[in-house]
Protein backbone atom coordinates (compact mmCIF):
# COMPACT_ATOMS: atom_id res chain seq x y z
CA UNK A 1 0.00 0.00 0.00
CA UNK A 2 1.43 3.13 -1.05
CA UNK A 3 2.35 5.50 1.82
CA UNK A 4 1.44 8.56 -0.36
CA UNK A 5 -1.55 10.01 -3.12
CA UNK A 6 -0.82 9.19 -6.31
CA UNK A 7 -1.21 13.21 -6.96
CA UNK A 8 1.52 13.88 -5.09
CA UNK A 9 4.31 15.12 -7.05
CA UNK A 10 7.27 15.27 -4.00
CA UNK A 11 7.51 12.49 -1.39
CA UNK A 12 7.11 13.54 2.11
CA UNK A 13 8.65 12.98 5.11
CA UNK A 14 6.87 10.12 7.74
CA UNK A 15 7.10 10.51 11.44
CA UNK A 16 6.91 8.14 13.99
CA UNK A 17 4.89 8.59 16.58
CA UNK A 18 6.60 8.56 20.05
CA UNK A 19 5.61 5.70 21.90
CA UNK A 20 7.14 6.03 25.57
CA UNK A 21 4.77 7.56 28.01
CA UNK A 22 4.92 8.62 31.97
CA UNK A 23 2.44 7.30 34.67
CA UNK A 24 3.69 8.20 38.21
CA UNK A 25 7.43 8.33 37.46
CA UNK A 26 7.05 4.64 35.29
CA UNK A 27 7.60 4.52 31.70
CA UNK A 28 5.15 2.66 29.80
CA UNK A 29 5.28 1.90 25.36
CA UNK A 30 2.67 1.09 23.28
CA UNK A 31 2.12 -1.40 21.34
CA UNK A 32 0.51 -1.00 17.72
CA UNK A 33 -2.20 -3.62 18.79
CA UNK A 34 -2.96 -0.79 21.30
CA UNK A 35 -1.59 -2.70 24.50
CA UNK A 36 0.39 -0.68 27.13
CA UNK A 37 3.74 -2.68 28.40
CA UNK A 38 5.59 -1.75 31.16
CA UNK A 39 6.11 -0.60 34.26
CA UNK A 40 9.88 0.24 32.99
CA UNK A 41 11.63 2.83 35.81
CA UNK A 42 13.60 4.77 32.93
CA UNK A 43 13.35 5.85 29.30
CA UNK A 44 16.21 3.97 28.39
CA UNK A 45 14.81 0.62 30.04
CA UNK A 46 11.09 1.40 28.02
CA UNK A 47 13.13 1.60 25.10
CA UNK A 48 15.18 -1.54 25.18
CA UNK A 49 11.81 -2.97 26.00
CA UNK A 50 10.46 -1.65 22.88
CA UNK A 51 13.77 -3.36 21.03
CA UNK A 52 12.75 -6.68 22.79
CA UNK A 53 9.58 -6.40 21.83
CA UNK A 54 9.91 -6.18 18.18
CA UNK A 55 12.63 -8.73 17.89
CA UNK A 56 9.93 -11.26 19.86
CA UNK A 57 7.35 -10.03 16.93
CA UNK A 58 9.45 -10.81 14.38
CA UNK A 59 10.48 -14.30 15.54
CA UNK A 60 6.90 -15.38 15.68
CA UNK A 61 6.10 -17.54 13.15
CA UNK A 62 3.32 -15.60 10.35
CA UNK A 63 0.21 -17.08 10.08
Known sequence: MSAHRSTDTTPTPHFRADRISV????????????????????????????EDYIRQCQGQPSG
Open 23 to 50: VNHEFFFDTREGQLMGPYASREEALKGV
